[in-house]
């Protein structure tokens, strides 16, 4: 895959420059991201919030939650819904949103605590922020790495 960003043209190469340093950092990740916040499901591995955060990090962004907030869907039913905000460290400047939902008849969600609702929202929140921030970053952990978090994943698939 590096190759791939090495056959691009020399011009210009101001431009590519921060996208050939985020590659570095993921490639550098790769292993403890691999090893420890994927998970394999139907064949392909899934990179989970946390280590999406580790990369996050490493490239001098930070994940903030913005609003958390419980919500009537309608058709009787309800949950939460949580957005999220990746930032530039240095800067405070917004790079990235994402939203996410877990709803009151949501399997297994349903039958959790309202504490663990929310907090499954937030986590499903960050994640989206993260997957359409750096997603495209997450083919260079491996060929089998899917773009989308393992926590946006249908839970039947797990």
Same mark, same amino acid.
């Given at each position: 895959? =590096?190759?791939?960003?090495?056959?691009?043209?020399?011009?210009?190469?101001? #431009?590519?420059?921060?996208?050939?340093?985020?590659?570095?950092? &993921?490639?550098?990740? =790769?292993?403890?991201?691999?090893?420890?916040?994927?998970?394999?499901?139907?064949?392909?591995?899934?990179?989970?919030?946390?280590?999406? *955060?580790?990369? !996050?990090? #490493?490239?001098?962004?930070? &994940?903030?939650?913005?609003? &958390?907030?419980?919500?009537?869907?309608?058709?009787?039913? =309800?949950?939460?819904?949580? *957005?999220?905000?990746?930032?530039?460290?240095? *800067?405070?400047?917004?790079?990235?949103?994402?939203?996410?939902? &877990?709803?009151?008849?949501?399997?297994?969600?349903? =039958?959790?605590?309202?504490?663990?609702?929310? !907090?499954?929202?937030? *986590?499903?929140?960050?994640?989206?922020?993260?997957?359409?921030?750096?997603?495209?970053?997450?083919?260079?952990?491996?060929?089998?790495? #899917?773009?989308?978090? #393992?926590?946006?994943?249908?839970?039947?698939?797990?």
């Amino acid at each position: 895959m =590096s190759s791939e960003l090495a056959k691009l043209p020399a011009q210009p190469v101001a #431009a590519l420059e921060p996208l050939r340093e985020q590659v570095r950092i &993921v490639q550098a990740l =790769s292993k403890p991201v691999t090893e420890r916040y994927c998970i394999s499901l139907q064949g392909k591995q899934y990179v989970q919030v946390a280590g999406a *955060t580790l990369i !996050a990090n #490493a490239m001098g962004y930070a &994940v903030r939650e913005v609003e &958390v907030k419980r919500v009537d869907f309608g058709g009787g039913i =309800s949950g939460w819904e949580a *957005t999220a905000e990746i930032l530039d460290i240095e *800067t405070g400047t917004i790079i990235g949103r994402g939203s996410g939902i &877990v709803t009151d008849d949501e399997k297994p969600w349903g =039958s959790r605590p309202q504490f663990a609702r929310r !907090a499954m929202a937030s *986590t499903r929140a960050a994640g989206r922020a993260l997957r359409l921030s750096l997603g495209h970053l997450f083919c260079y952990l491996g060929d089998r790495v #899917a773009s989308v978090t #393992a926590e946006e994943m249908p839970e039947d698939t797990k």
